[in-house]
């Protein structure tokens, strides 16, 4: 049997071929699978790093000062609507109210209690202006008791007060609009 397996070796007709040996342009193509792999798995683990970094980059939101969150989205609501009359022109009445506004929700962004929403979240302009001072009223009542609730801590020193100030003067205006408009 050995002398059969050399005479097979001999052979030239079973030539074998080495397994180093490749196919010509076989090694460019390996080369190139190569540097796709490692391209996909480096943009793979980009984009997973990317979303790690985005979403433990986002604050948590402050449980803590809800009655000050709920207060400050129904304060920009009432802001937009008075900002925004039929007629075009703001009364002094109107400016107060927007001034108020201005100054409590400041108060409560300089406490550090903020929603990260913009100035109109929420706003529907298509009421009527009459009715939409007399929501607005509503709203600053709603507002007012929110701020109520919450307490009111060291580090705010006096922000619930102030803040129930100028809702209450902000109220006062908008219902000496309502009378205008009598």
């Given at each position: 049997?050995?002398?059969?397996?050399?005479?097979?070796?001999e052979?030239?007709?079973?030539?074998?071929i080495?397994?180093?040996?490749?196919?010509?342009?076989?090694?460019?193509?390996m080369?190139?699978?190569?540097?796709?792999?490692?391209?996909?798995?480096s943009?793979?683990?980009?984009?997973?790093?990317?979303?790690?970094?985005?979403?433990s980059?986002?604050?948590?939101?402050?449980?803590?000062?809800?009655?000050?969150?709920?207060?400050?989205?129904?304060?920009?609501?009432?802001?937009?609507?008075?900002?925004?009359p039929?007629?075009?022109?703001?009364?002094?009445?109107?400016?107060?109210?927007?001034?108020?506004?201005?100054?409590?929700?400041?108060?409560?962004?300089?406490?550090?209690?903020?929603?990260?929403?913009?100035?109109?979240?929420?706003?529907?302009?298509?009421m009527?202006?009459?009715?939409?001072?007399?929501?607005?009223?509503?709203?600053?009542?709603?507002?007012?008791?929110?701020?109520?609730?919450?307490?009111?801590?060291?580090?705010?020193q006096?922000?619930?007060?102030?803040?129930?100030?100028?809702?209450?003067?902000?109220?006062k205006?908008?219902?000496?609009?309502?009378?205008?408009?009598?």
């Open positions: 049997m050995a002398a059969r397996i050399d005479r097979l070796a052979d030239p007709r079973l030539k074998i080495p397994a180093t040996k490749h196919i010509e342009g076989e090694d460019q193509n080369k190139s699978m190569e540097k796709l792999a490692t391209v996909s798995a943009i793979a683990l980009s984009m997973t790093l990317l979303l790690a970094l985005n979403t980059a986002k604050p948590a939101p402050d449980n803590h000062h809800q009655g000050y969150m709920h207060a400050l989205a129904d304060m920009r609501v009432v802001r937009y609507w008075v900002s925004h039929d007629s075009g022109s703001m009364h002094d009445q109107e400016k107060a109210v927007v001034d108020e506004l201005d100054q409590a929700i400041a108060d409560i962004k300089a406490a550090g209690i903020d929603d990260g929403k913009g100035d109109n979240a929420g706003a529907d302009t298509n009527r202006w009459i009715a939409r001072l007399n929501k607005a009223a509503d709203m600053l009542n709603k507002a007012h008791d929110e701020v109520l609730k919450d307490q009111d801590d060291g580090a705010a006096g922000l619930q007060q102030k803040t129930l100030d100028h809702i209450a003067k902000a109220r205006n908008v219902v000496a609009a309502i009378a205008l408009e009598q």
